[in-house]
């Protein structure tokens, strides 16, 4: 069964930095996806970072492109969110996720089976 468990929220001013990490057991698929979401009250859930396991191509959400970074170390399987230069707007709930496959785009969040717990961001001004 697949696992992901989340970690390294907390809070920080605006222009800090987090690193998020998510531990990944039990994933085995060639040709899916891992990504990170997050969710502000009130909010819809959004894509932040996606990555496709079979290209390793990755995917920012405009919101994030320059500051956030995604990070995969295989051994163990751990994807990390690297959030530099953070605003207030970037306090939400973050999730990572696993997509047993795809088709077409990495963001289709109904693709996504497994998800973790969650990690609380908070950014103040």
């Known amino acids: 069964d697949v696992q992901l468990v989340e970690s390294g929220g907390g809070s920080v001013q605006a222009g800090g930095s987090l690193r998020l990490s998510c531990e990944v057991s039990g994933y085995t698929y060639p040709r899916g996806c891992l990504g990170w979401f997050r969710q502000a009250p009130g909010k819809e859930r959004e894509g932040v970072i996606v990555v496709a396991t079979d290209t390793d191509i990755t995917d920012y959400a405009d919101s994030v492109k320059g500051r956030f970074t995604i990070i995969r170390d295989l051994t163990p399987n751990t994807i990390y969110l690297q959030l530099n230069s953070q605003k207030p707007e970037d306090t939400a709930m973050y999730y990572c996720?696993?997509?047993?496959?795809?088709?077409?785009?990495?963001?289709?969040?109904?693709?996504?089976?497994?998800w973790g717990q969650g990690t609380q961001v908070t950014v103040s001004s």
């Open positions: 996720a696993a997509a047993p496959w795809y088709t077409g785009s990495c963001w289709q969040q109904n693709a996504y089976r497994y």
